[in-house]
């Protein structure tokens, strides 16, 4: 079975950084595209960033030039690091994985709290 493992969510003030971390485990992709998405109390999930395989990020407008997602493949983890955090970033965030096509499998984590005040 696939899992996503996300951690490093905490409480933090506004201008503070986190890093969050997904740990990957169980998938069969030799391609794979993996993100991280946020969902705050009564909205809407959104998408923050993605990163290829080739390791082309791209990000949402409202985290660019703050945020920064990159993975390490020997470890099979995915990081988003997050800078100059504003209380709009407060949410549970996910980490998801798919095979970079449609129809492709997806998978998500089971969330983070970041929470910023």
């Known amino acids: 079975q696939v899992q996503l493992v996300e951690s490093g969510g905490n409480s933090v003030q506004a201008g503070g950084s986190l890093r969050l971390s997904c740990a990957a485990s169980?998938?069969?992709?030799?391609?794979?595209?993996m993100a991280w998405f946020r969902q705050a109390p009564g909205k809407e999930r959104e998408g923050v960033a993605t990163i290829d395989t080739d390791g082309s990020p791209s990000y949402a407008n409202s985290v660019k030039g703050r945020f920064a997602i990159s993975k390490d493949n020997a470890k099979n983890t995915l990081y988003l690091q997050m800078n100059s955090l504003k209380r709009e970033d407060t949410a549970m965030y996910y980490c998801f994985i798919d095979g970079c096509e449609s129809g492709s499998l997806a998978f998500w984590g089971q969330g983070t709290q970041v929470t910023v005040s």
């Open positions: 169980g998938y069969t992709y030799n391609r794979n595209c």
